[in-house]
C-alpha cells in the first residue's frame, strides 16, 4: 500500500486548491438555494458557473476525474484523482461542476466512453465531455425499494425498430434544469429473461415525446436547483429508435454496476472535503465567539469534538485512499469490499463532523449564511446513493463470514 | 407522581386527535414548503389556516396553553395540556396555531398576561388572544453567543418619554409575515446596573420607524414561511414611548426566565408528537415495502430501530410528564433541574427516530411528498432553541454535583 | 399512571436505605472478590452474610419481593416494592441477599408458593423463607442458544415412579455454594407433545446420585463466589420421584414465564441502583481529584458525563416505575412489552454510567478497591439475563408492528 | 505514505502467526485466570512461558521491538513491526511474552539502551534481553492524579551518594512476580526545580530494603497474575546509590515522554490485532449456533454487526500504520499528533468488537472459556495506559485549533 501523492497530484492539488480557495469559495453566495420553488421555471445554472468552467479549463482543471484508460482526461489514476475530489468537497455543489466532474454527468461520461458507438459519442459524449449539455441518470423508482435493483419495473418494450417506454423514474439529479438534454435509463427489456439479463441502458433524448419531467424533488428543503434538482420523470409510450441502445440488450445491469465503483470513491474523497470545511468553519466560530467568559474552543465539550473531528475525518480519507489504490491495482471489483465499506463510512463521518461544526456555530449553523446546513444535507442524502447503508453493511457482513469460514477451513490464509 | 389524565385531558385528547387527524393532515400540502425564497414577499399563512382555527374554536380547542391561573384560556394544568401539546406535535407547523398555541406567540401571550398593564392588554393580548393578529420574539443576537443572556447588547436608550432602540436581533419567529404587528423585543436599558438588572422587555410594533425587518432565516433550506418565518430584524434609532415597557425596567432578565419555562416544556412535548408521527410513518413503510425477498419489517435492523424507537419515546414521554407534573405541584423555578433535563433528552430522542424513519423510507424521506425532513430540521433547530444543548448539560452537571455534595455533607439525605 | 410512594414505602425507603449505608456498604470488604478459584473449595457465604440477615429481619426488611398476594412476604405491591430493589441495587451482591431477596432464590420462591403442593412447600419454601438454605435455576444449556427456549434439551424421562435426567446445564447462580441444596430445573418431558407442551419443572435436591456440580463459571474475571458463583451442572442418570414434578407436566414453558416476569423488573430496578452508587463516587471524585490545575468537576467533558447520567438514570427509573405500576394493574402478562422494553433499556444505562465513573476514577476504578469493577459486571452481565437484548428488541419491534397497523386499520385508536 | 510490507516483514509474520496459531494459542489454558487471590503467593509465569520464548527465539522472533538504531533487536522498523505486533494482539497475555516484546518490559528496555552506562547496561538490559529477569514501572501514584505527569510526589532525596525515596506507587505492572527484579521508578528529584526539570528516572532493584510490594491489583476482576499483575509498591526510606540515576538528574520528564511514544503503537497494533480475535470468534459462532430457526449469522443485527467490526479493524489499522510510518520517517516527536490520535481511537475500536462478539456468544461470551472477557479488560484497561482519553482529546484538539489558525493567517498552507 503506498499512497504517497506523486509530483503531478502535488501539483494539481495545489492548482485546485488555490482555485477553489479563491474563486469557488467567493462565488458561492452566487448559487444561494432555495432558488426556485417546486414548479417554478428557475431551475439551471447561474451565469458564473460558465466562468468558473472557463478558468478551470485554462487552469488544465477539466475532465480529471476520466480515468487513466480514457484518452478524454487527464489521465489520472484513482489515487490521484482522489486528493482532488477531496478538494471539490469544500465546495460541493459548485467545485465539482466547474470541473466538469460532477454526478451524474461523471457516471454517464465514464459509460458513454467505455460502451457507447462511435455514432452514439459523437451524439452525447463529446458536448458533455465540454460541458455544452448535462444527463440524467435514472435509475431509482418512486413505487419500489430500488436498493434491491431487481425490483425495478420501467419498461422498454420492443416495437419494430424501436423501444417504447413505460414507466416512472425518480431522484434523476440535474434533469430540472434546462441544459439537460439526455437521460440515462435502466429499463426492463426482457421481463422473462434470466435475472441478471433482464435490464438494459437506453439513451434517452430528453425531448423526446411521452418523456415528461413532472417535478424537482427537494432534499432537506434544498432544491438543489442550480444543478439541476433532482427530477420525477413519467416515460408514457415514449418511442426511441432501438440505435438508443447502450452496449448489449440484456447487459443493462451489469453496465450499471460497473457505472457505480468510481462513483462512490468520488462521492466518498468530496465527503472527506466537506469534513475539512465543517471543521475549518469551526475551529474559526469556536476562537471568535465567547461564552461564560472564555472562549467556546476552551470549553471541554467542544474541544473534545475538535479532536474527534480531526480523528475520524483522517481515518476515514485514509480508507478511501486504501480503496483508490486497490482500484487502481486490482479493479474495481476486486475492490468491491473496499468500496462497500467506504460507501457505509463516509457519510455518517460527515455527518458528524458537520453536526458538531453546526453545534458550535448556534442557530447560524443552520442557515443560508454558512454552508454548514447545505453539506449536511448533502451528506446526508449520500447515505442513500447507490444503496442505503443497510445493504452494503448486510452484503459486508457476508463477505466477511466467507473470508473467515475460509480462513476456518484453511483454504485461505 | 401522578401522571393520570384525568377524565376532562382523555375526551380533549380525543377531540384534538380526530381534529389533527382529520382536518390538520390532510391540509399538510396546502402549506408546502419552501414557497418563497428568502426576500420574496411570499410570506404569511395560507388561506386554510384561519378555516382551521375557526374550527378549532368551534370545537373548544382554542388558546388551550394558557395556563390555569389565567382567566384567558381553558384552564388546563401543565399535566393537562401536556398530552394535548403532543398531538399538535403530528404536525407540528400548522396544528399548534390552528388552536392558537404556537410559539412565539403563546410565550408573548403569558408573559403579557402576567405583566402588562391594563393598556398593554387591551392593545396586545386581546388581538393576539383571538389570532387577530401575531407577534415575535426578539432575543437572539447576531453578533454574541446568544446562549449566554448576558451577552446581549441591543441597546434602548432613554429619551425623555421615549426608549431609542439600536441594535440587531435575528431569529425573530414569524416577523416576516404580514399579520405579525408586535415585537417583543430584549433589550439593554442599563448597562451600569447590577447584571442581572440590566434588561428590560419592551413591546414594540412592527411598524415602528427605524423597525426593518431585513430577511428570512432558512432552517436546513426550509423557510418555514407559513409560519412567518425567522426574520433578522434590525433598530436604527426606533423610539417607542416609555409605556411600551413590561413590567419595570431592569426586569427583562426576570421576564425572560419566566417566559421560558412552560414553553421548554410544550416543546418538549410536542417533540414526543413529532417523534410519534415519524414511527408510524416508520411501521406503515416497513410493513408495505419489500426489498430482498421479504417486507422491510422482516429485516433485522429495521426491526430493532423500531423496538429502540418505541422505547426511547415512552421513555422521553414519562419524562416530559413528570416535568410537567412537577411544574404543577412546585412551580416552574423549582422544577427547573427537571425542565433543562428534557430541554436536552428531547430533540435528539425525536432526531433519532426521524431519522431512522427517513432511512426506511429511502431518499423518498427526504423529499417533500412527506413530513419527515421539516419534522426532522425541526427537532434538530431545536437543539438551539432556548440555549444549546452544552449549556443546559453544564447547569445540569453542576446542580448534580451540589445535589451529592449535600448529600455527602449530610445536609440533605 | 400514578408512581407516589405511599406513606409506608416512604418509610421502609428510609429505614432500608440507613440499613444498607450503614451496615451493607461498610461490610463490603469482606465479601472481597475473586475469593477462590474456579474448582478451589471456597465458595459460599462469608459469615458476615448471617449477622446483616439477623439485623434486616428485625429491621422488619425481610422477603419484601414476595407479591402482596402471598402470605409469606410483606405485602407490597411492585410499585412499593420497586423503590427498595433500587436501594438494594447500591451493593447487589450482598443487600438483596441480607434481605432475603436475592435471584434467583427469590424467582424459587414465587413459583414454590404459586405452584407447588403443601409437601413441597414444607420441604423447600419454607427453609428457603428462612434463607436455611439457597437454591439455583437450571434453565440455559451450554450447547444451544438458550435465548430460545424451543432449544432447550435436557431430557427427564419418566421411569416408572422416577424421572431420570440426562444433559447439561450452566449459569446455575449460586449452585457452588454448600448452602445450596436445591436445583428448579428446566427439563424437556415429552419431545413429541405440542411445542408448548413438552417441558415440565423438576424440584431437584443438589446431593441427587447422577447431579454433579462440575466447576464455576466467571463473569469477566469475578467468581460471585461469596454467592455462590455460576455453576455448570451435568446431571448423568440423575432419579428423582415423580412427587418433584412443580405444578403439571408439561406446564414447564407456562412456569418458567410466570417467574420470569417480575424478576426482570427487579433486576432493572437494582440497575437503577446500581448506576446511583456510581454517580455518587463519580461525583465525589471529581471534587476531590485535581488535574491541570482544577478539579475534574470543572473539566468540561466530565460535567457533561454527570449531567447525562443524571439524566438518563431519572429516564430510567420513570420507566421502571411504570411497569411496576402496570403490573399492579394488569398483570405482568399484560405489561410484557413494558417489561421486555426496561430489560433492553437499563443495561446498557447503567453500563453507561458505572463507565463514565471508572474513567473519572482513572485506573483506580478497573481495581478492586472500589466497586465499580463488579458493578459494570454485573450489569454487563445482565443484558444476558433472561434472554439477550437481541431478543426483546425483535419482540418489541413486533408488537410496535402489530400496534399501528390496528391503528392504520382502525381497529385500535 | 507507503505503508506496503516488505518482503522480510510478510515472512516474519507467516512464521509469526503460524508460532502463534500453533503454539501460543493452545497454550492459553495453561495461564487461566484468575489464579492467585489477591495476597497469595502464586504470583509469576507459568513453567509453559520458558518453553514458548525458547521456542520464538528459535525460529527467529525475538526482541522484535527494538527499535532499527539498537544493536540489540531484530533492526526492525516502526512500520515493519506493527504488523507483527498485531499478530501477538490475538492472545496478547502471552504472546508478547513469549517474544520478550512485552511491556513494560520493552519500554525499559529501550530506555537502558538509549541512556544507561555501561554499567547499567550489563547489569538490567543484559538480562532483560534474554528474559532472565523482568522489569517494571513505576510511574502512576494512588494520590493523585497522574494524567497530569506534573502531580507526581514520590520524593528521591540526595543522601550523600545514595537517593532516599519516600512515596507510594501503584499500577506497576508486572512486580507482583518473583521473576521481577528492576523498578525503573520516577521520582521527583528537585522540587525546587523549573517544572520541566524536577523529575529524575532511578533504576531500583526491587530487594533494595524499604520497597515494599504491597498487594497485586486487578483489572475487572482479572489479576494478571501469570504477567506478574499490578502491583501497589511502597518506598519508605529506601536508599540507592547515586549510580543508580538514569541519564542526568531532571531529565526524568524528558526520558519518560521518550518512553511513552513508540509503546503506544504497540499497544494500539495489538489493539487492531485483539479486535481480529474477537471478530474471528464472532463469525464463527455466528455460523455455529442458530436461534429462531436460522443460524445468528442469518439475523440482521449480528450480520450488520460484523459488517461494522470489519470496517472499523480495517480504518484503525490504517491509522496505526500510518503513525508507524510517520515514527520512521519523522521521528516520534514529530508524530506525537498522529500518535495521539491513534491512542484515543484504538482502545474504543477493540471494546466495541469485542463487546459485540461476547453477545454473540450469549453468557458464554463472559465466563473464562472464551478470551473474550480477558481481551475486553485489557481493552478497556489501554483507555487508562498512558493517561485517559479525555487528555489525549484535549491535547488533539488544541493541536487541530492551532494548525486552523495557522492556516487562516497564511502562516501554513
Same mark, same amino acid.
Given at each position: ?31 444561494? !438555494?432555495? %432558488? *426556485?420553488?417546486?414548479?417554478?421555471? $428557475? &431551475?439551471?445554472?447561474?451565469? =458564473?458557473?460558465?466562468? /468558473?468552467?472557463?478558468? @478551470? ?22 489515487? !490521484?484523482? %482522489? *486528493?482532488?475530489?477531496?478538494?471539490? $468537497? &469544500?465546495?460541493?455543489?459548485? =467545485?465539482?461542476?466547474? /470541473?466538469?466532474?460532477? @454526478? ?310
Amino acid at each position: 500500500m503506498d499512497f504517497s501523492f506523486d509530483e503531478r497530484t502535488e501539483k494539481l492539488r495545489e492548482s485546485l486548491g488555490t482555485f477553489v480557495r479563491t474563486r469557488v469559495i467567493p462565488a458561492e453566495p452566487l448559487f444561494a !438555494q432555495p %432558488a *426556485p420553488g417546486p414548479g417554478s421555471s $428557475g &431551475w439551471g445554472r447561474p451565469a =458564473a458557473m460558465a466562468e /468558473l468552467q472557463r478558468e @478551470a479549463r485554462a487552469r488544465g482543471l477539466w475532465n480529471l476525474f476520466m480515468p487513466r484508460r480514457s484518452p478524454h482526461g487527464a489521465g489520472l489514476s484513482a489515487l !490521484q484523482y %482522489a *486528493p482532488l475530489a477531496e478538494i471539490t $468537497g &469544500w465546495s460541493p455543489w459548485i =467545485a465539482p461542476e466547474a /470541473l466538469n466532474c460532477a @454526478a451524474p454527468d461523471t457516471g454517464n461520461m465514464e459509460l458513454l466512453d467505455m460502451f457507447a458507438t462511435e455514432e452514439q459519442k459523437r451524439q452525447w459524449l463529446e458536448p458533455l465531455l465540454t460541458a455544452s449539455i448535462r444527463s440524467a441518470y435514472c435509475m431509482t423508482e418512486p413505487a419500489v425499494a430500488s436498493s434491491d435493483a431487481s425490483n425495478i419495473r420501467l419498461r422498454a418494450r420492443r416495437d419494430g425498430d424501436h423501444y417504447v417506454l413505460d414507466g416512472r423514474k425518480w431522484w434523476a439529479t440535474g434533469a430540472m434544469a434546462p441544459e439537460c438534454e439526455l437521460l440515462v435509463v435502466l429499463a426492463i427489456t426482457d421481463p422473462d429473461a434470466e435475472r441478471r439479463r433482464r435490464q438494459s441502458i437506453l439513451l434517452v433524448p430528453k425531448d423526446t415525446p411521452g418523456v415528461r419531467v413532472v417535478r424537482g424533488l427537494s432534499v432537506f428543503g434544498f432544491t438543489d436547483s442550480a444543478h439541476g434538482g433532482h427530477a420525477e420523470v413519467h416515460f408514457d409510450g415514449a418511442r426511441i429508435p432501438v440505435g438508443s441502445l447502450l452496449g448489449d440488450e440484456g447487459e443493462g445491469a451489469r453496465l450499471a454496476q460497473a457505472r457505480l465503483g468510481p462513483g462512490r470513491i468520488h462521492h466518498c474523497m468530496r465527503l472527506v472535503g466537506m469534513a475539512e470545511r465543517a471543521v475549518e468553519l469551526m475551529c474559526a466560530r469556536a476562537e471568535e465567539r465567547s461564552a461564560f467568559g472564555r472562549p467556546l474552543a476552551d470549553h471541554g465539550e467542544v474541544l473534545a469534538w475538535i479532536a474527534e473531528a480531526r480523528l475520524r475525518i483522517d481515518q476515514l480519507r485514509l480508507m478511501v485512499l486504501q480503496a483508490a489504490w486497490l482500484i487502481d491495482e486490482v479493479g474495481a471489483r476486486a475492490a468491491r469490499t473496499e468500496i462497500s465499506a467506504i460507501k457505509v463510512a463516509a457519510p455518517p463521518t460527515a455527518e458528524w463532523v458537520i453536526d458538531r461544526a453546526i453545534q458550535v456555530h448556534g442557530a447560524a449553523g443552520m442557515a443560508q449564511d454558512l454552508p454548514l446546513a447545505m453539506l449536511w444535507a448533502q451528506a446526508r442524502g449520500l447515505r442513500f446513493a447507490d444503496g442505503p447503508d443497510e445493504v452494503h453493511r448486510m452484503v459486508l457482513g457476508r463477505r466477511e463470514l466467507d473470508r473467515q469460514r475460509r480462513r476456518r477451513t484453511g483454504e485461505d490464509t
